[in-house]
């Protein structure tokens, strides 16, 4: 089954800057569909943080930010805070299931 | 503000057919041209597409569980659900609906859904 691979986990100290890949396939991201980007905090649903490769929805902090490439994409938090540390998802449109594809998920730790 | 609510059994036995349905506030469901979805999520795994509904009925399934799910709108009472077959302990899972289906905006809170005898 399609999925989308990003890292288990990424780390850092608050203030700094943290990016978690997503890397699809050419049925999904490198098809031209669009990448979104979703966060969960513990014991919640998840919320969605970006959307069409690069935007944020209302009322999300301008510190997250999204960008798309080829096959890959990448989410990018800068000025890291304790608040920030949830688990984080890509998500996109793959024409071989005529649904979604997930990614695997990194759990992003405020040091 | 549109708010999306589970509600079904919370226990399931195997082989037994697993009825969830979402409800669907602050918007219409057959307005706006949505499709409305269902994801599940395992115990302390990654998200899942299950499948994804239009207000005409047209549904879209996930290969891996197409021969075991059904999605159903009803748009009088602003509600669709997901039946699924012949479960295991496999779809032991917190079950969520959205609206949408590429990107989800929208997401009810969840409803974990247990699969034991």
């Known amino acids: 089954q399609s999925v989308l691979t990003q890292p288990p986990s990424v780390s850092g100290a608050p203030g700094q800057r943290v990016t978690i890949s997503c890397t699809g396939s050419g049925s999904n991201i490198g098809a031209g569909y669009d990448l979104h980007w979703y966060q969960q905090l513990p014991g919640t649903a998840p919320k969605l943080l970006i959307y069409g490769n690069s935007n944020r929805p209302s009322g999300v902090p301008d510190r997250f930010s999204g960008s798309k490439s080829g096959t890959s994409a990448s989410l990018a938090i800068s000025g890291l805070q304790a608040e920030d540390e949830a688990d984080y998802y890509c998500q996109s449109y793959d024409s071989s299931l005529s649904g979604s594809v997930f990614g695997t998920g990194t759990k992003v730790t405020v040091l | 503000q549109v708010q999306l609510q589970e509600s079904g059994p919370g226990l399931v036995k195997p082989s037994q057919t697993l009825s969830l349905t979402c409800t669907v506030s602050?918007?219409?469901?057959?307005?706006?041209?949505?499709?409305w979805s269902w994801i599940r999520q395992h115990p302390g795994k990654g998200l899942e597409w299950i499948g994804h509904i239009y207000y005409s009925g047209t549904a879209y399934y996930n290969p891996s569980l197409k021969s075991r799910v059904t999605i159903s709108v009803d748009t009088s009472k602003s509600q669709f659900s997901l039946k699924l077959t012949s479960v295991t302990a496999a779809d032991t899972a917190v079950y969520y609906c959205a609206r949408g289906m590429t990107p989800f905006d929208y997401w009810g809170q969840g409803t974990l859904v247990t699969v034991s005898s």
């Open positions: 602050g918007g219409s469901i057959s307005s706006g041209g949505y499709y």
